[in-house]
Structure formats: C-alpha cells, structure tokens
C-alpha cells in the first residue's frame, strides 16, 4: 500500500480550520487519523513546535499517515487505538490535557473501496468490516450466530432499517443452508428480500444493513459516548472538540452531547435562586451543524453527507 492508496480528501478541510483555531505551539488530538489529512493541516498551523497526537485503530491507516505526516519528525505523534481510550494514550505520551480535539467518524474512502475490508458492497470480499481487522468480531461471525432477534435489533437500532425483521429472519433462514460469507452475498440477500429491492433505486437497498453492521462490529456509538466524554475532560480552558459526523446516529449523539454541556441551570423558573448546582462545561461553537458548500459536494462526494458541530470548554469565570 501507498499513500495515495488511502489518502482521501479531508471532508470540511476549511470549516474544521475556522473552527479549532490552531495556532502556534499548541497540542492537538486527531482522533481518526485516517489518511492524516486533516492531520496536516493542523500540524501546518500549529508549527513550529506545536504537536499533534494522531490515533487510527486501522494500521494501514498509521501506514499511510506515517508517511505523509512523516516531514514533521517528532511533531507528529501516531498511535493505534481507539479514541474512546484517549486518556490512556496521552498518559503515555505524557500529557494531561490538549489544545483541540477532532473525531472524523465513519468509514474512510480507502476502506470503503478495499474489498478485502468488507465495508462495502460495490465489489466482492469478506464479511469482515473491522478498523482493526486483527481483533473483535467480524460481520460474517455475527451473521453466523446472532438469532433473529438480535439481528433485527442491529439493523433498526444501527441501521434505521424499514424491512430488519423480514431481512433477519431471511438471514436465519439462509445460513443453515449456505453461511454468508461475502459482500456481494449479503447484498443480493437484501436485495431478494426487501420489497423493491432489485429494482433501480437512488440509494441500494442493503445500505442501511451493511452500516448497521459496520457499527455493532466496531461498537462506534459506545466508542463516540466514551471519545466525547474523554474529550472534554481532557481539553484546556478555551479548548476546542470538533466532530464530523455522517448518519444521523452519529450526529444526534453529538448534537445532544454538545447541548447538555453547555447547558447550564435546569431549576423551573418559579424557583427565586439556583438549587440544582448545574454550570455549562462548554459552548456551543455552532448551534446548527456545518455542511460542505456546493463545490464541495461536487469535487468530494463523501461529503455530502457530513455534518460538523463543535464546543469550546469554559473557564470558571465563564461558568458563573
């Protein structure tokens, strides 16, 4: 692999930019690094000494951003793992607390388009669908062996999916005959099963199932609770936490995570003085989600889809 094979164009490159306001000398958090773009641009910003913690729990991702991060020596701190235990990792790097934090959550181009990953269906693979494809569950071991409960409670809760019940019972059904074991088998199975569904649609119709799965796989929704919760912990006075979501799971949770930290006393107004002791921890630097511009969308589809919200943590002074 080399670096053009994962390096995809950061999504929101500008906005993200305008709204951490990295500058000279300080600390940053990549929390996706994918193929470090996004990682570049921050460390341009905070040069000449400022340093940029770098986490994917994808290797081929590390691979690839070792390489075009690699002009900024030691700057560029690049660890595998997971955001969610960000604690962990800056403890061992040394550091209590960070300048600016980004999570750019999903799926990047590159794995998207690595049929050996599993991710999607637009060519034949493995059932796999792993940031780290050397530890968890696959796809295929979950197919395998959860009952038709469980399945349907992937696809509605994971994947927003209409038809989950009649997709999971299909699933039940067919394996005892011939376990799935690839993209492409899964796909046609959505597709036989799904009202519609080998008709010519926008969207295909096993797009939400394969989503779904790719979150229980990888466990993103609990990992984005843990990141959040981390992240403001771990921010300065005046630190900033920016996340780029891209379904609604996603952006909801991030949404009503940033209002709750910003929120401040919740006592009914009747009450002449505070009793509930409740101060915002942040706020909001957005209160509506930043999406890209039309050229944007044109020149990189993938960000289509993407949404950006951030918040900046409040000193005492700020709180009262």
Known sequence: MNVPDFCHQPVLAREVLELLQPEPGQVFVDGTLGGGGHARLILEC????????????????????????APFGLRALLRQGNFADLAIHLKALGLQKVDGILLDLGVSSYQLDCAE?????????????????????????????????????????????????????????????????????????????????????????????????????????????????????????????????FHSLEDRMVKQFFRQASTGCTCPPRLPVCVCGRVPQAKLLNRRGIRAGEMEREENPRSRSAVLRGVQILGESSRS
């Open 117 to 245: 990953r599993g991710f999607s269906f637009r060519a034949d693979g493995p059932l796999d669908m792993r940031m780290d494809s050397t530890a968890g569950t696959s796809a295929a071991e979950i197919l395998a062996t959860a009952d038709a409960d469980r399945l349907q409670s992937i696809f509605r809760e994971y994947g927003e999916e209409r038809w989950a019940g009649r997709i999971a019972r299909e699933i039940v059904r067919s394996r005892d005959q011939k376990p799935l074991a690839t993209t492409l088998q899964l796909a046609e199975l959505v597709s036989r099963v799904v009202p519609g569904g080998r008709s010519p649609q926008r969207i295909h119709p096993a797009t939400r199932v394969f989503q779904a799965l790719r979150i229980a796989v990888n466990h993103e929704l609990e990992s984005l609770a843990r990141g959040l919760e981390a992240g403001l912990d771990l921010l300065v006075v005046g630190g900033r936490m920016a996340v780029i979501s």
């Open 46 to 69: 905070v040069a000449p000494d400022g340093r940029l913690v770098g986490l994917d729990r994808d290797r081929d991702a590390l691979a690839a951003a070792s390489q075009l991060l």
